[in-house]
């Protein structure tokens, strides 16, 4: 049979879902430029900057701050795999989807966990992670998702530590959708080991996980009793590549363009400014929250702990959700998310995330989401979401 299969052109589309987000041109420019080896002498130096470039999007001087060369669910690996020994308690905070995979993570491990299970759509209560670890004063490691992409809820990094320290335990915090999109401070707020992903609020290419781990994290690795059950996560040995003052020796080959876009993209967050991309993503959920409620439709979290980059928007009540989601993709080009778990069919999930973060986009999403929706003759009000979201610009 010859073979007749051509090249792939994608769609173009508007992507406001849950990750992956809408990429800066320059990321992709970035992407493009020819390749290197990954023990390069030029490499070397950019892989240099990227640990200072990420020090800085994490807020941290961890030494050890590095992207794994995978996508962010291996960077929730990399921390379980080597914080976790056999026999070790891990106290797994539950509000959503990611929660749950925590847990997946411990066992895997060897460990045993103790979970704090929280409504979906709530944050993490510190009073019930404090009075877990009082009955569990075996507990060496408590883990908890910072941004929790499946309800749009966020959690208090910062209390949860504490509560933690309190305990002697460290922690092991889940900032896929937070890095780039809400305040996080590794540093101020004593993060032990945290892990990030790429496709989210940095707007890049996915495949990658940013990392970092304090000066506690990396001495309970090297007083482990028990190696690391995975060859490529080992910290360890990763470091020999990627650590402080590292020979740079050959672990795996680097995914090298996919960091040139990494570097691009994180060179664009500092442009910016870190505080000032908190506060864009901040001033478009306002614009697209006023919209969606001038419609009619609630979010599904509380005012104060709802994150900016990940709307959780209630599904009114008749209405087939995954026709309106069909309908927006094909007239509009434009991808939101639906709900996970007890959730599915009951919320949708728009995201503001990075590059994809802008009046435009928000304009976009309530146009469309209100012309289908009035099309399907769901309960919702027509003409009063975009003045609504312009107010909010107006000032
Ligand atoms: C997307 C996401 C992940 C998984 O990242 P992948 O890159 O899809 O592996 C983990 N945790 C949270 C909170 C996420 O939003």
Known sequence: MPMTIQSFHPPVR??????????????????????IGHLDPAFVGMMDQMKDLLQYAFQTCNALTLPVSAPGSAGMETCFVNLVEPGDTVVVCINGVFGMRMKENVERCGGTPVVVECDWGRPVDPQQLEDTLK????ARLVAFVHAETSTGACSDVKTLTQVAH???CLVIVDTVTGLGGCELRVDDWGVDAIY?????????????????????AVARIKARKHPVQSWFMDLN???????????????????INALYALHEALVLLQEEGLENAWARHRHHHEALK???????????????????????????DGVDEAR????????????IGAGLGPLAGKIWRIGL??????????????????????????PIEGGHALPAASRIYAG
């Open 353 to 378: 995330m990075g590059f994809g973060c802008n009046r435009k986009n928000v304009q976009l999403c309530l146009h469309a989401l209100e012309a289908v929706l009035l099309e399907m003759n769901a």
């Open 290 to 316: 006023a919209g969606l409620e001038a419609m009619g439709l609630n979010l599904l979290v509380d005012e104060a702990h709802r994150l900016p980059q990940l709307n959780a928007v209630k599904v009114p």
């Open 237 to 255: 040995l990763v470091m020999g590549y990627w650590g402080p003052n590292a020979k740079r020796a050959y672990h795996h080959t680097a995914p």
């Open 166 to 168: 309190a305990h002697d």
């Open 196 to 216: 990030s992903g790429t496709q989210k609020c940095l707007s890049c290419t996915p495949g990658l996980a940013p990392v970092s781990f304090s000066e506690a």
């Open 324 to 335: 309106v989601r069909g309908l927006l993709l094909e007239r509009y080009g434009l991808e």
């Open 14 to 35: 508007t992507l406001m879902g849950p990750g992956p987000s809408d990429i800066n041109p320059r990321v992709l420019a970035a992407m493009s430029r020819p390749i």
């Open 135 to 138: 009955a569990h004063p075996e």
